[in-house]
T-cell receptor, first 115, second 112 residues
Framework: DTEVTQTPKHLVMGMTNKKSLKCEQHMGHRAMYWYKQKAKKPPELMFVYSYEKLSINESVPSRFSPECPNSSLLNLHLHALQPEDSALYLC??????????????FGEGSRLTVL | DQQVKQNSPSLSVQEGRISILNCDYTNSMFDYFLWYKKYPAEGPTFLISISSIKDKNEDGRFTVFLNKSAKHLSLHIVPSQPGDSAVYFCAASAGGADGLTFGKGTHLIIQP
């Protein structure tokens, strides 16, 4: 069982809907990440939170809005998405530090379909 | 431009033989490399890593080799087992709190 929990596992939404993806970890990690993965492509980094502060935003459209309420939780708010945003959204966490993120622990992902 | 390249989309190996998965990188700032394994409908799971100060790291059936001058790393699995059939991603980090940069993955198929 993964120690990073993502909900929901599957989400279908229309282009006018507002929804959220949630991620939780209880490993005491201080860095959390959102990755987007489309079929037959590598995971692509969207956001990095380090010590609950957004440290990296890889020029992701504003229809994706991350939120880190505390060090254990990471949300991704979705609004006015497009069909091309349909993908597997992966949350990950790591200890973080000056030497790099080290091992990332991934959740099972949230499969998003935008109609 | 891809900074981490896995040029073989798929690889088929007989059970019991050695599987060798390759990865090349272009960013000389990368100093930590990881391999992840991914089954369908699951998130990637960590397999093995190597720091740039080493050229080999071994963990059971899995060994990762790093050739810094060639900017190349490889994952050896021996002996290969049916449960090893999965997509394997090579990933690299340049330090700090950045996330990892992933290659496109290699689909390893272990034939009985």
């Amino acid at each position: 069982d993964t120690e990073v929990t993502q909900t929901p596992k599957h989400l279908v939404m229309g282009m006018t809907n507002k929804k959220s993806l949630k991620c939780e970890q209880h490993m005491g990690h201080r860095a959390m990440y959102w990755y987007k993965q489309k079929a037959k492509k590598p995971p692509e980094l969207m956001f990095v939170y380090s010590y609950e502060k957004l440290s990296i935003n890889e020029s992701v459209p504003s229809r994706f809005s991350p939120e880190c309420p505390n060090s254990s939780l990471l949300n991704l708010h979705l609004h006015a998405l497009q069909p091309e945003d349909s993908a597997l959204y992966l949350c990950a966490s790591s200890r973080a530090g000056l030497r790099g993120p080290g091992e990332l622990f991934f959740g099972e992902g949230s499969r998003l379909t935008v109609l | 431009d891809q900074q981490v390249k896995q040029n073989s989309p798929s690889l088929s190996v007989q059970e019991g033989r050695i599987s060798i998965l390759n990865c090349d990188y272009t960013n000389s700032m990368f100093d930590y490399f990881l391999w992840y394994k991914k089954y369908p409908a699951e998130g990637p799971t960590f397999l093995i890593s190597i720091s740039s100060i080493k050229d080999k790291n071994e963990d059971g059936r899995f060994t990762v080799f790093l050739n810094k001058s060639a900017k190349h790393l490889s994952l050896h699995i021996v002996p290969s087992q049916p449960g090893d059939s999965a997509v394997y991603f090579c990933a690299a980090s340049a330090g700090g709190a950045d996330g990892l940069t992933f290659g496109k993955g290699t689909h390893l198929i272990i034939q009985p």
